[in-house]
Nanobody, 124 residues
Framework: QVQLVESGGGLVQAGGSLRLSCAAS????????MGWFRQAPGKEREFVAA????????NNADSVKDRFTISRDNAKNTVYLQMNSLKPEDTAIYYC?????????????????WGQGTQVTVSS
């Protein structure tokens, strides 16, 4: 049974940083692309960042480029999202996802397992 457990969310002031973690279990982590998505109240879920299994290439949404960095540690079965220079508009529930895509896909349909999410709140 695949499980994804996010941690590291919380309340932070604008300009601050947080690091989210997602611990995966249940299948061979190194063979799956990992992604982060987020959903703000009243909005649709949107892509944030992804890292491929094939060559660890990454993809980031334009809204977080130069501020957020995704990385993975296959030895720890964990994917991270380092978030710097946080803005109030980054406030959302952040979800980790795992999928079979060869590339760092931005499409939520490419991911077949999802975590329960962790809340990130950025105050102004």
């Amino acid at each position: 049974q695949v499980q994804l457990v996010e941690s590291g969310g919380g309340l932070v002031q604008a300009g601050g940083s947080l690091r989210l973690s997602c611990a995966a279990s249940g299948r061979t982590f190194s063979r799956y692309t990992m992604g982060w998505f987020r959903q703000a109240p009243g909005k649709e879920r949107e892509f944030v960042a992804a890292v491929s299994w094939s060559d660890s290439s990454t993809n980031n949404a334009d809204s977080v480029k130069d501020r957020f960095t995704i990385s993975r540690d296959n030895a720890k079965n964990t994917v991270y999202l380092q978030m710097n220079s946080l803005k109030p508009e980054d406030t959302a529930i952040y979800y980790c996802a795992e999928g079979l895509s060869f590339y760092a896909s931005t499409d939520h349909g490419s991911y077949d397992y999802w975590g329960q999410g962790t809340q990130v709140t950025v105050s102004s």
